[in-house]
C-alpha cells in the first residue's frame, strides 16, 4: 500500500514557508489552510517536501530564525533579571508563549536592522526600552503591545543623548518645575525620556528665534491661565505656542504705542498751552 503522507507544521512556520516561495496572500492562505485542515485527524504524520533543495533552504530559514529566538530570548532574561523581575522565566519552545516571542524577537530584528545595530547589543536595548515602556509590569503579551512605542523612545533617547545644548534644556525644565511650584502648588518632576524630550522641544524653539526661556515660559503660562490647570509641557511649543507668544507681543506693542501717542498728544497739547500763555 503507497504511504500518504501528511505534514505537521507550525503556523508561524508555514506563514514564513509561503512567503519564501512568494505565495500571494501567505497569511490569508496559512489560516485558512490551518482552519480546513482542522476537521481532519491524521494519526501517524510524516513532514516531507517534494523539492529536496526547497526543503533545505526552508530548513536553514528556521534554523536560523530559532537562533535569532534563542538569543532574543536570553537578551531578555538577561534584562528581566537585571530589572529585578524573578517571577518570569525563559521561554521554551514548547510554551505557548513561544509563538509570541517569535514575533516579538521579529520587531526585535527589524528594530536592529532599522538603526544598524548587532542583533546581540541591539535586542538588549530594544528589551530595556520595552521594560522602561512597562514599568516593570512585564509579560510577553504586554511586552508586544508596547513594540510600536519602541522606535519613537529610542529615538529621543539618542535625541538627548546627543543635545547640543543639555543645560539649556535642563534650564527650561528648572523654570516650568518652578512654574508649576508658585503658581499650581505642584512638585513637578520628569524622570521619564519621552516627557523630557518635551523641555528640549521648547529650548530648540526658544533658542532658533533668539527667545529668553523665561519669557517663553512665562507667556504660554499666562496665555493658558484660563484653563486653571498645569500646562503640559507638550503645548509650551508648535504652532499654537508661536501663535500665543506672537499674540502676546502684538498686543503689547498696540499698548505701547498708543500709550507713546496719548503721551505725545500731552506733550503737544502743553506745547501749545506753553505758547498761548507767552502770547
Known amino acids: 500500500m503507497q ?27 496559512a489560516y485558512s489552510l490551518l482552519k480546513e485542515s482542522a476537521k481532519y485527524n491524521i494519526k501517524g504524520r510524516v513532514f516531507v517536501m517534494s523539492n529536496k533543495r526547497v526543503a533545505n533552504k526552508v530548513k536553514r ?26 517571577y518570569a522565566k525563559p521561554i521554551s519552545q514548547t510554551s505557548r508563549q513561544y509563538i509570541v516571542l517569535k514575533e516579538v524577537t521579529k520587531s526585535a530584528i527589524q528594530f536592529c536592522d532599522l538603526y544598524n545595530i548587532d542583533y546581540s547589543i541591539g535586542f538588549i536595548e530594544f528589551c530595556r526600552l520595552a521594560i522602561e515602556l512597562l514599568k516593570k509590569s512585564y509579560s510577553i503579551y504586554k511586552f508586544k503591545m508596547v513594540i510600536p512605542q519602541i522606535s519613537k523612545r529610542y529615538e529621543n533617547k539618542r535625541i538627548l543623548e546627543n543635545d547640543e545644548n543639555k543645560e539649556g534644556t535642563k534650564e527650561v525644565y528648572s523654570i516650568y518645575k ?102
Request: charged share 25%.
Open 178 to 279: 518652578n512654574k508649576a511650584l508658585i503658581q499650581f502648588g505642584i512638585d513637578y518632576t520628569c524622570t521619564d525620556i519621552d516627557e523630557y524630550i518635551h523641555f528640549y522641544n521648547i529650548r530648540k524653539l526658544c533658542d532658533s528665534r533668539n527667545i529668553p526661556y523665561n519669557d517663553w515660559i512665562n507667556t504660554q503660562f499666562d496665555k493658558l491661565s484660563f484653563t486653571g490647570t498645569l500646562p503640559l509641557p507638550k503645548m509650551l511649543y508648535g504652532e499654537k505656542a508661536i501663535n500665543r507668544f506672537n499674540l502676546k507681543n502684538t498686543s503689547n506693542y498696540v499698548k505701547e504705542t498708543i500709550s507713546e501717542k496719548i503721551i505725545l498728544k500731552k506733550d503737544v497739547f502743553k506745547k501749545r498751552k506753553v505758547s498761548n500763555d507767552i502770547q
Open 61 to 86: 530559514i528556521i534554523d536560523n530564525d530559532i537562533q535569532l529566538v534563542d538569543l532574543f530570548n536570553k537578551a531578555l532574561s538577561m534584562v528581566l533579571l537585571e530589572n529585578k523581575i524573578l
Open 3 to 29: 504511504r500518504n503522507p501528511a505534514i505537521h507544521i507550525r503556523l508561524s512556520d508555514l506563514i514564513r514557508i509561503l512567503n519564501f516561495l512568494k505565495v500571494d496572500n501567505a497569511d490569508q492562505l
